[in-house]
């Protein structure tokens, strides 16, 4: 599905990603952790196409095909999905509105007639009662005065939706309440299947309970530092990452 | 970056829709403008004498005028004398039915998009075609006189019915007015004359379509809409020109008169060319609308989308003088490249419980200047008088401005004024939060333009606001890079 060799990007002068290798495979889930400020964020966003990082070398193939070579759209509607860390507001675009341009965006890609307002509606309807998302939410402009916890929902939500094949969260778990929590994992475990692939970046072993992933990796400065199953999620926990920097240091 | 910094380039490379010019064999008179010139339009169109002195009198009270300095809009003066202030498509005469109109202008008009063939235009739009300085078709004019509406262009109303167009030419924006709509009452060649009678309801839309053809030709239209008493009409006006790398002027008036419990609804999709992206050419846009709700619960509308012209001047007021009358303003302008829009509206409210609101949104792209101006004047009769003011701006870029003028004067304690203003900036994590759901940069950027402009949209005739839409997509092209 997913894989990526020696990937570095940078900002500016500044390095953040220094040679990211990963092999993501067709119905795994891979979890990657890591301090804050160790390059995350930027490996999503890198894999999204967002422009203000530049991939400086490596290379990064998505269903056989060159990702880095593909807007942002183009990935988007070849199946990638990222759930933003911090989700943007759009005044004046309704959730709604959003979904279904970019969702007939992809089905015209594929050439699939696009849908019309009611078997959208129908659609919309079905994926909000499974996110448990209030359907006044949805109707309201994109992430505009929504809470932290409504924001990261309405992530989960739109994924839901456009029935992505790869999915990269990014701290989809952080800032919610337990149920929240449960109902974001409960979306994710919907989407797993022998024919897609998630990755989900998270500060939080508790989320890998109810999301068991296939392998777990260390993200620190910008390299991948340790790969392992999900016990390595259960280490991290308990030891901290100050454990891996001793690790780094002695080697 | 590459991939999207390319569709920007095709994008803005893609011309004006509307900039062709039709070859057509056109009268015109002597550059220039002095009584003599006056003196052979009103000759040209077989005149009244009352209309020749008004003419007279609106030319002597011009010379003494100065041009405004005080608008946020800036440009090379104007040479008043270079000026063809008449210009025609050529006709043996008066076409009397479509079937007389010279095919070339049909086919202009069908380019355009505006077929003038009764059979194909769209059910519920009676549609008046002014081309240079005449109205060259009036369509439905007779299913509409049938219930005692008159829709005609401005000349034949001066011709066949002089009582209204005496009564009323002037009676909300004098001859004395200011400077472009001084210069309008002496040179204006034709427009639009409406007038819908007592208790009518104009059961379709009324639509007028201006298109400058002739080149250095300035357009003086003048539109006059009088509702009677509970009368109530839709009225919708369009216009477009061809590219032409020098500046043209166009000063029109329009004004409305609503008696009691009358209504007008006056909408506007203004498309003159705005100039190329360096700010070559385009339209100079001097225009004087004003609205009178002379009865009592009159109520008078006007909702704009401008996005042409090089230089937009403009202020659809309303003035409510009938107890309990209504104004509003809805407004979307759009300025691109180095365009300039210097537009709002007065509400003077004169009747007691008189009501008005306006609700602005102006778009910034490129290099160009929005400025929003308005007053709200509440005069002492004006008891309980209420005002709701909002005004967006939204910047695409860093090379843009938006300016907002509100000038409140207050002269009644029982009023109650609000306004609300509000600026925002289309950012690049928005673009690309929709990118990253599968939208294109350009169908981002209409998204949240569209959705910025939502609340005056929805005041649009359906077919209209469909119409505007697309002219905002299309203005907006490559404004993101
Ligand atoms: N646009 C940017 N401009 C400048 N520096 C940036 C930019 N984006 C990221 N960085 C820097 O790159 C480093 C990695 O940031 P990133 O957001 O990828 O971290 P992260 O691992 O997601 O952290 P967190 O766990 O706090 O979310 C940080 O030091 C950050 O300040
Ligand atoms: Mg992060």
Redesign the pocket.
Same mark, same amino acid.
């Given at each position: 599905m997913l894989e990526i060799k020696n990937l570095r990007a940078k900002? %500016?002068d500044?390095e953040?990603l220094k040679g990211i290798s990963l092999t993501v495979k067709t119905g795994e889930v891979h979890a990657i952790m %890591?301090p804050? %400020? @160790?390059?995350? @964020? $930027?490996l999503a966003q890198v894999l999204a196409g967002r422009d $203000?990082y530049e991939v400086t070398g490596g290379e990064a193939t998505y269903q056989g095909k060159d990702l880095l070579e593909m807007a942002p759209e183009e990935r988007a509607r070849q199946g990638l999905f990222m759930a933003f860390?911090y989700p943007v507001e759009i005044p004046g675009v309704s959730t709604m509105y959003l979904l279904r341009a970019g969702l007939n965006a992809a089905r015209k890609q594929q050439g699939l007639e696009e849908l019309d307002a009611m078997d959208f509606l129908s659609l919309v309807k079905e994926q909000a009662k499974l996110v448990e998302m209030d359907e006044s939410l949805m109707n309201r402009s994109v992430n505009e005065g929504f809470s932290g916890g409504e924001k990261k929902r309405n992530e989960i939500f739109q994924m839901a939706v456009l029935q992505p094949k790869l999915a990269i969260l990014d701290?989809t778990d952080s800032g919610l309440d337990i149920d929240a929590l449960r109902i974001v994992a409960n979306g994710v475990n919907r989407l797993r299947g022998p024919d897609r692939a998630i990755i989900v970046v998270t500060?939080y072993q508790r989320l890998l309970n109810y999301i068991v992933p296939d392998r777990v990796h260390v993200?620190y400065e910008g390299r991948i530092v340790k790969s392992g199953g999900k016990e390595l999620a259960l280490e991290l926990e308990d030891k901290g990452y100050s454990w891996i920097e001793e690790k780094l240091a002695r080697a | 970056m590459s991939t999207s910094t390319k569709t920007i380039q095709d994008l803005t490379e893609q011309e004006y829709k509307y900039g062709f010019v039709t070859d057509i064999e056109a009268e015109t008179i002597p550059r220039g403008l002095n009584e003599e010139i006056i003196h052979l339009i009103s000759e040209k169109k077989h005149e009244p004498e009352f209309m020749l002195e008004w003419r007279l009198k609106a030319y002597r009270h011009w010379l003494t005028m100065k041009e405004p300095t005080w608008h946020n809009v800036h440009y090379p003066p104007i040479d008043y004398q270079a000026i063809f202030y008449y210009s025609a498509p050529k006709m043996k005469k008066a076409p009397k039915s479509l079937e007389e109109v010279d095919p070339e202008l049909l086919k202009t008009y069908e380019k355009l998009g505006i077929p003038l063939a009764e059979q194909k235009l769209l059910a519920g739009v009676a549609v008046d075609a002014v081309f240079d300085s005449v109205s060259v078709a009036t369509t439905f004019k007779e299913k509409l006189a049938e219930l005692g509406i008159i829709f005609c262009s401005f000349s034949e109303a001066v011709l066949n019915h002089p009582e209204l167009v005496r009564k009323y030419l002037g009676s909300v924006v004098p001859y004395s007015d200011n400077f472009f709509a001084t210069l309008n009452s002496a040179v204006f060649s034709d427009g639009s004359f409406a007038y819908i009678p007592k208790g009518v309801r104009c059961p379709m839309e009324l639509s007028t379509y201006f298109r400058i053809n002739a080149a250095e030709t300035g357009q003086f239209e003048r539109t006059l809409i009088i509702a009677e008493e509970g009368a109530s009409v839709s009225y919708l006006e369009g216009c477009t020109a061809p590219i032409r790398d020098t500046n043209q002027l166009h000063a029109a008036v329009v004004e409305l008169v609503a008696l009691n419990n009358a209504t007008i609804k006056y909408s506007t999709v203004q498309n003159w060319y705005p100039g190329d992206r360096e700010g070559k050419g385009g339209i100079y846009n001097f225009v004087t609308k004003r609205g009178r709700c002379l009865g009592v619960n009159s109520k008078i509308s006007w909702t704009q989308v401008e996005t042409g012209s090089a230089i937009t001047w403009k202020y659809p007021s309303c003035i409510l003088q009938g107890d309990n009358s209504v104004g509003e303003f809805y407004s979307v302008a759009v300025t691109n490249n180095y365009q300039q829009a210097d537009t709002g509206t007065k509400m003077i409210h004169i009747g007691k419980n008189t009501r008005s609101t306006i609700v602005t949104k102006g778009i910034s792209a490129g290099h160009g200047q929005n400025t929003y101006r308005g007053l709200v004047k509440i005069l002492k009769g004006a008891a309980n008088a209420r005002n709701y003011s909002q005004c967006d701006s939204l910047l695409i870029g860093d090379k843009c401005g938006a300016h907002t003028f509100p000038y409140i004067e207050v002269k009644n304690s029982t009023s109650r004024l609000e306004h609300e203003a509000s600026t925002s900036k289309i950012g690049e994590d928005q673009i690309f939060y929709c990118r990253q759901r599968g939208i294109s940069t350009e169908d981002a950027v209409n998204l949240i333009v569209n959705g910025f402009c939502k609340e005056v949209f929805r005041e649009l005739p359906m077919e209209f606001a469909v119409e505007a839409q697309k002219l905002l997509g299309v203005s907006l092209e490559g404004s993101v890079g």
């Open positions: 900002v %500016g500044r953040i %890591g804050n %400020g @160790s390059g995350k @964020s $930027t $203000t860390q701290e500060h993200l | -």
